[in-house]
Structures are given as C-alpha cells and as structure tokens.
C-alpha cells in the first residue's frame, strides 16, 4: 500500500495519471489505497482530528439482480444482514453496540450496489469493524427472524406505499419492457417475498454476490494508516472471495414499443406536474465531460433569461428542475420536471412548447466555452476549500464511488468537469428529439379518467402516442417575447463567483466565542473571526424582530407564509445565481418576524445584502401573484392530509403543545378562506414598522466589515423598506409559550382521510418539564440515547408492529420530553397503545437492573456527542446562532454541559426516567387511525384498564391548560 491516492495510483501503473490534484488543498488527513489478499478493496483515511470512526462497505449488487420470482430480494439481505451471525448471534449486538458507544448505522439498496454504514465513537471503533465485519462472512439468516424481518420490508413498503415521489420512480420502471430487471419491483413485500424457499434463495444470493472482489471498504479514524491497515486485513481478509464478475446488463428497457409516448398519472397528493424523460446514450464513460451536467445547467437555470422566469411570468409554472442520470451502465436519462399552476395545467403543451423553444436556441446558440469554464471554475473552487462532512457520509460516499469509479478519482469524482468538448455536448442536446422522449403528466384531475393500474403500487394511469399536435411544436415551436418581458437566453455572467479567496488579517488572540460588537436601542451585533477553519468562507444570520400586528393570530401567521413565497419569489433569481457560486441566502418569514441566513465565500457578503434591501424596496405584488401563491398553498395545507400518519400526528402534536405559531391544515385552510390582496397588503403594511435587528458574523471576516454590513442594511431598511419604523422594545416581542400537561393520561384521535392509507400510527408524548439547565439537559441526552434504541428492539425488531418505530426525546420552547412513535400497517392505536405501555413497563425493569458499567457507556456516549468538534465554519455558526436565537448567549455551552454530566449520576438518571415516565406521568396520546383498523379500533377494549381524557378541540384544551414560561425572553 502508498500512502496518498495519487502515489497509489502511480505506483500500480493505472496509465494516464490525472493531471488535477485529487485531494482538496483544504483536506489534511491522509489516505491509503489498499487491496486485501481476497482482492477487497479499501480506502483508509486517517484523520487526527475526528471525533468519530465510521466506516462504509459497499457492495456491487442491488434492486436489478433480484431474480424475477423473488423480486426485493436484494432488499431483504441487506435487512437481514443487520440481525445476527455466528460471532454475534443476538438480533439486537449491532445496534446495541453502536448505540451505546455514541453512534448510528443504516443501509440502503439501490439499482446496482447495497452499501452499509456506520459511525461510532474512536474509542469503540475497533468493536464495530469487529461486529460490522461478520456481515460479510458468516451471517445466520435463522427461520423465525427470516419471516419476523420480511414484515419489516412490507411495513417499509406500506410506508411508502403513497408517497408519490416513489409511485413516480416505479411507474417509470414498471412501464419499461416487462422481460428487463429494470422493470422489476425493488422493495419487496410479503407477496414477493412470502415463498417456501425464501432462505434458500437468501443464502443462494448472498453466495453469488456478496464476493470480496465485488466489495469496496472505506475505514475513517483518528487512528495512523498502518493501525487501519493492519485492522482491515485482520477482520475483512477472510471474506470470502468467489471472483464473482461484475454484474452487466445488454438489454435496454427502453425502445420504440415505450418511447413516444404521453402518460397521465393520477398522484396521491393534489399537485399538477409535467415530467419529461428523454432516454439517450450513455453518459457514464464521459463523466470528466459531464455534457448532462452543461445541458440541465442551463435547462434548469432560474436566473435572468431562463425558461422557469418565463414560466413563472406567464402564470403557468411555480418551480421546474433538471437533471440527467446513468442507468445501468448502458444509457441515460434526461430529466426536466415542472411544478404546474391550474393555468399550466390547462395549457400543458404550451409549457412543453416553451421549453422546446429553449432546446432550440441552444442548439441555434450553439456551445458556449464561457459557461462550461464558469461550471468547471465553480467546482474547482468548490473542492480546493472543501468543507468536512460527518465521518458517516464521507465514507458512504468515497464507497459507492469506489464501485463505479477508478480509486484515485474517488475523492474528487462528484468535482469533475475538466475536458472541453463541445461536440459532445452538442451531441446530447441534439439527443432531445421527439421519438425517444416520454412525457408523464401528473394531476389529480385524472381520477376517474385512466385505464390502466400497476400492480404494486396500485398506480392508476393512461397512456397513449405523444399527440401530433406535440410533435408539431417540436417542429415549429415559438415564442415573442412580451415588451419588457422576460425572455429566453443563455443565462449572464456569475457576478457572484468569488475572486478574492484569500483570508484575512487574523489579529493575535482572537476571541474563542462570539463577542458583542455593537448594541443601541434597535439592534445587537455578534461577531467571531474565525480561528479554527482557515477558509474563505463565512455565516451571516440576522433576525428581524416584529411584534403581533392582529388580534386572529392563525390569519396573521397565514400572511406571513403568503409574504414567504411571495419573497422568495421575487428574490429566485439573483439568490439562484448565488447559489451557483456557493453563496447559499434565504429568508424565512416566522411567527417572530424575518429570518436571513447567508453562508459560503465571503467575497460578495457586502454586496449580496446591499442588493437584497434595494430588492426588498421593490417588492409589490399583483393580484395574479398573490392568487397564484394562495393556490400554492391551498394544496400545500390540502397535502398536510395526506401526509404520513405520524407526520399528521407531529403536527398535532406541536399544535397542542404551543399557544400560537403552529396550526393545523384545517386551520390553516380556514385563514385562507378569509384571507384577501388588501387585507394582506394591509398586513405588510403593520408587520415590521416596529421592529429590532440581530446579527451574528462569523468566519472570514473583520470585525468592521461585519459591523458596516449591518450598518448599511439596517439603514436600507428603515429608509426603503420601512421609512416610518419604530423600534420595538425586548418586551414587545411575540410571546409563544407552552402549555403544562396536567398529570393525566390524554388522548387526540385523528381519522385519517386518505382511503387508500393502509397504515395507522400512534406518538406516545411524555412532558418533562423545563429544560433551561445543563443539567436537564445532559439528563434528556441521555434518556434519548436510552429509549432510542430500546423501544427499536422491542417493538420493532422483536414485536414487528412496523418498519417507524421510535424512542425520541425533544425540545419545544426549552420544554423538554420524550415519544416514543409506532405506525404500523398490522395494528390499530389502541393495541399499540398497551404495546408502548408494555415496552415502558420494560424499560422500567430495564432501568431498575442498570449496573454502573451500563450507565457509564450511556453517559460517556453523550459525552463524546457533546465533545464532537463542528466540522465548518457553518456547524460553528448554527451552533451560536441557536443561543442568540434563545436568548441565553452561553456560547460555552459545550464545556457548560460537560461539566453538569460529570455530576450525573445513575441515581440522578434514574429518578428523571422514573419522574417522567412513572411516577409524574403528564402524558398525551395521539391516535391516527386509518379506514382498514377503524372497526377493529372501535371494538377493541383496553386490556390494561386505563382511563383517558379525550381532547375534543385545541381550543378548548388550551382553555383548560396553564402555560410554563417564556424561556425565550431577553434574559
């Protein structure tokens, strides 16, 4: 083994080396590339500085080698690998393991490759390889947890069951050819996979395809390379090595028989869209090219000149993305998808015309060099000052890529754009042609009107030959542009593409946490030069504070949404235009007033937030603009039904919770009913006349600029946005409490309205009290850690009520407590019910036999969550920016909090578990229950003889309730 990718790559004479460096100047840690004896291949990172070891296998099998009677069979091994083996037999080792130890694990499948991951503590890192590794070699596949876990694959199935990005996704693969793996259904459920010899072919697939020669290992640690070598050839040699050929495929699922064609698709939620699938040759062998990426550039461009700005003008679309993706390693996929208004809809071969209009003009225009180099200056740029992410997600991705790519590339893959061609851009535009095209329109108005339905997803749809009339516009489309209107065109230059990267002058002594820079009677200044990170980049927060302006606090907040997506709007093109050059901007309007967030290079801060007063100065709204977003949200809050049922259960959950500031969607609904241009132009005119600024700056930057930025805003602001504003005193600001449960035992039942919902779900809501302490909140940490994985073992694993099952603790207003979560497709909330009050019955015994050696992994897995170092300059910045947000400024929370668990005992733990779950019991049971359990639910009889309140309506309830106090006030 070399050290370095690059010397690895030299030294095994892989032929041209790449010319560009691979490893991002702003990476330090040090990597080795290295085949075990069995021909697995890894990558080791050592990283000095982490606070956490993860490591990723990824495998090269997936979805499209299910064999055809089996189909989710692939799905079904990675679910299975999860629950013991011959070293480690109990189902519950793994998770056990790395929960206790501060960590976190999952898995995915996708088309060509099952990968499996975790993170852990450094101290634990070696215990889970050890564990991790058995996967791959002697797993048990028993008989009883064969059938227990294929239920799990079902729930995850009926989960997703309504989700329409998942309907979307198979429908495109159901309705290739039907004799193509790529037409097969990839979850699996107890239909396809409840057979007789379902083991067998688990251990006849896992034989074939889970070979060493087929794997790619990444190990990440603070450990020396030769410590992660000698770790990976002691525990990951042994795999079994089959010299199991790469799996390929010849035959495309796509050709005249299923191209040419327009689907209509009636969806689960209300939302009208337009999809276009064109399916062209394959990309993949010119990924350092990537002509995809220059084509959906600028087909999904939002700045000046594109074809959404248009869109949006004319009142046909909200939103449109592009994209093109591989497939198979045998051709490709370009993607445009559109979100529609009513009137696109009704006009839907216009939208298509315009956008053959811009596919023309690029072909007439021709390639542009200055665009392919601005896309490759951008991802230079991205990658020499390449922020840290999580051990967890750096090995996933250097994995998968590892599979699909030549090792020395795969740090730098995803950064790539390196060889001008334009003929091969060329090429891929002219590939956008009518004959291999697919058109998917997605509207509810469909329903009653297809004739056809997919099998597992129950899909209705129609189909037929994209109409001539389309392939005319394809022909001769056109389009006038209005006078002064927007027009189509190659988008302009990037103004916004950082030229100064350098850093600046760092002053000795820097201060370690934020420091108050400038405060008067209308505003407060935070500022931190960075010290750590050494990047020109940076993070800007401010909050523009208002008070309540009407009495009907539900309108209120309605008009603040309104006010959201219409600013949003008005901003889409120059924030877009940043965004392509990582300058990442957005504002929130909240029930407290406007919330401003801006992260990336730092060289255009001064005049990003210049020009976003002189914007704000010119924000109007026509009536067509206003009507248009309250149709947006309309089936915004009309969706809010359909969502997930536990999602549903959430909501209500933080609606009963809070005084104001969240609402249901009936709610929600009934402020737009009342809701008119004048009332909200009305509105606009009150929000924000009294208002106070907060800032905070933090990263490559002086403390003066900081303090000029905000200067300048604010003096923009209350001269062209708000000329007549007063300040607004710390007392004045909006005040959102929560209620105080009383120590009964409540319950909220919900019926869900979607017919076709086959799941029900219950949140089991337990109130601690206030949180504002250290120590309570070290406690709450470690009762999450506690009941996270608990309650996953023993309702999930070993129960099988459902593939959601979770042990959560939370936070509202600094009110802490805990829920434990279940949405089940075989039980009804009654019966899950006394399963959750079994499961804290044995908790309870749990925690009764809890030996000072347990509770010291608990505590010591919370500790080195706490002592986890952030990553960027953005972690730093959330992290301060949330104790301004609350008001409590302790920027030392950090060390605060470890301090307050050293002092934690067993004892201490024991009684706040107790407290909460035994002894003071202020709980609150949400019940959502769908058509299928309605009449088993009704019937059922509790077993355990417990009363409860029912909650008719949330008035009423927080009529009968008192309010703990505002622990968000200006201390």
């Known amino acids: ?108 499948t996708a088309h060509l490759n099952t990968n499996y991951y975790f993170d852990v503590s450094n101290s634990a890192f070696h215990g889970a390889l050890d564990i991790f590794s058995e996967f791959f070699k002697r797993p048990l596949f028993t008989d009883s947890l064969t059938e227990r876990e294929m239920k799990a694959v079902d729930s995850e199935f009926q989960k997703n069951f309504n989700d329409d990005s998942w309907r979307r996704y198979h429908l495109m693969k ?49 450990e020396e390379l030769n410590t992660l070598e000698s770790w990976a050839t002691e525990l990951f040699s042994d795999i079994k090595n089959f010299d199991t050929p790469d799996p390929t495929f010849s035959q495309l699922p796509y050709d005249s028989s299923n191209l040419g064609l327009l689907y209509m698709v009636e969806p689960v939620k209300d939302g009208d869209f337009l999809n276009l699938h064109w399916v062209i040759d394959n990309l993949e062998p010119h990924y350092r090219q990537d002509p995809g990426q220059y084509v959906s550039h600028l087909v999904g461009h939002e700045g000046p000149n594109s074809l959404l700005s248009l869109l949006i003008e004319d009142g046909l679309a909200r939103s449109l993305s592009s994209y093109s993706e591989n497939q198979m390693h045998i051709f490709s996929v370009f993607n445009v998808r559109i979100e529609l208004t009513k009137k696109g809809l009704e006009q839907y071969e216009r939208v298509i015309e315009l956008l053959f209009v811009y596919l023309k003009m690029l072909r007439e225009k021709g390639v542009a060099e200055w665009i392919f180099e601005e896309i490759k200056q951008v991802k230079h740029i991205k990658f020499d000052h390449r922020d840290k992410v999580s051990p967890m997600s750096e090995v996933t991705a250097i994995s998968k890529n590892l599979n699909v790519h030549p090792p020395e590339e ?12 334009p003929e091969l851009i060329k090429k891929t535009i002219n590939a956008l042609q009518i004959d291999n095209l697919r058109i998917v329109l997605e509207s509810k108005s469909f329903a009653g009107k297809t004739d056809s339905e997919e099998k597992w997803f129950k899909i209705k749809y129609s189909s037929e030959p994209i109409p001539q009339s389309i392939r005319n516009l394809f022909e001769n489309c056109s389009h006038v542009p209005k006078e002064g209107g927007k027009k189509l065109d190659l988008p302009p230059q990037n103004t916004f593409i950082p030229k100064n990267l350098s850093l600046v002058p760092r002053p000795e002594h820097l201060p370690k946490y934020p420091t108050k820079v400038f405060e008067d009677d209308e505003s407060i200044v935070w500022f931190k ?53 990582s300058l990442w901007f957005s504002v929130s309007g909240l029930t407290k007033g406007v919330q401003i967030t801006l992260q990336g290079f730092n060289d255009s801060f001064a005049a990003f937030f210049t020009e976003i007063v002189h914007l704000w100065a010119k924000f109007k709204v026509t009536q067509e603009q206003y009507n248009f ?141 206030e949180g504002l302490e250290d120590r309570q909140r070290v406690l709450k940490s470690i009762l999450g850690n506690f009941i996270s994985s608990k309650t996953f073992d023993q309702l999930r694993t070993t129960e099988q009520l459902g593939y959601i099952v979770w042990g959560l603790e939370h936070s509202d207003q600094l009110v802490h407590g805990a829920s434990i979560v279940v949405q089940s497709s075989v039980a009804h909330p009654r019966f899950l019910s006394e399963r959750i009050q079994a499961c804290v019955q044995l908790l309870d015994s749990l925690i009764d036999q809890l ?23 953005y972690e730093e910045a959330s992290a301060c920016w949330q104790e301004i947000e609350d008001h409590n400024y302790a920027f030392d929370r950090k060390e605060r909090k470890l301090k307050a668990l050293e002092l934690i005992t067993k004892a201490d733990f024991v009684a706040y578990f107790k407290d909460i779950f035994i002894n003071r019991r202020r709980i609150v049971e949400l019940h959502a229950i769908c058509q299928k359990h309605r009449e088993e639910y009704n019937a059922h009889q509790d077993s355990l003889n417990r009363t409860f309140e029912l909650i008719q309506s949330v008035k009423s309830f927080h009529r009968s309730v008192g309010n703990l106090r505002n622990l968000h006030a200006y201390k």
């Open 410 to 421: 795969a740090l730098v893959v995803n950064y790539l754009f390196e060889e001008y061609q």
């Open 851 to 873: 030996s000072d050696e347990e509770f010291a992994k608990y505590r010591e897995s919370v500790r080195v969550k706490i002592m986890k170092k952030h990553l960027n300059i």
């Open 174 to 222: 159901a309705t290739s050819k039907p004799d193509t793996s790529y037409s097969q259904f990839g979850i699996g459920s107890l239909e396809s996979l409840q057979k007789p010899s379902i083991r067998e072919e688990l251990l006849k697939f896992y034989g074939r395809y889970y070979s060493a020669n087929l794997m790619k290992l990444v190990l990440y640690g603070k």
């Open 1 to 108: 083994a070399e050290d370095g990718i690059r010397d690895a790559q030299e030294s095994r004479g892989l032929g041209d080396v790449y010319k560009r460096q691979i490893q991002s100047k702003s990476d330090a840690r040090l990597y080795r590339l290295l085949t075990l004896p069995n021909k697995l291949t890894c990558i080791l990172v050592s990283d000095q500085h982490t606070d956490k070891s993860g490591a990723s296998l990824d495998v090269k099998v997936g979805q499209l080698q299910d064999p055809r009677e089996f189909e989710g069979l692939a799905h079904f091994l990675e679910h299975m690998l999860f629950l013991g083996n011959e070293k480690y037999p109990n189902q519950d080792d793994y998770r056990d393991y790395i929960n206790k130890n501060s960590g976190s694990c999952n898995a995915y």
């Open 529 to 581: 030069q960075d010290n750590v990170f050494q990047t020109p980049k940076a993070a800007a927060y401010l909050f523009i504070y208002s008070s309540q302006v009407l009495v009907d606090h539900n309108l209120e907040r309605f008009y603040i949404m309104v006010f959201h997506e219409l600013f949003r709007n008005h901003l889409r093109e120059i924030n877009y235009m940043a965004e392509q050059a």
């Open 629 to 769: 977003t309250v149709e947006k949200l309309r089936l915004s809050f009309e969706n809010e039904f359909k969502q997930q049922p536990y999602n549903q259960l959430f909501a209500i959950r933080r609606r009963l919770l809070h005084t104001k500031g969240f609402y249901l969607a009936e709610e929600k609904l009934a402020a737009l009913e009342k809701a008119s241009l004048a009332d909200f132009n009305d509105f606009l005119e009150k929000w924000l006349s009294s208002h106070r600024f907060e800032w905070l700056f933090l990263g490559n930057l002086e403390r003066e600029v900081g303090k000029s930025i905000a200067w300048n805003f604010q003096r923009g602001f209350n001269k062209e946005v708000k000329p007549r504003a007063q300040v607004l005193s710390k007392d004045d600001l909006v005040d959102i409490r929560v209620v105080e449960l009383p120590q009964k035992q409540l319950q909220h039942h919900l019926h869900l309205a979607l017919e076709s919902e086959k799941n029900s779900a219950i949140v089991t809501y337990f109130q601690a009290g």
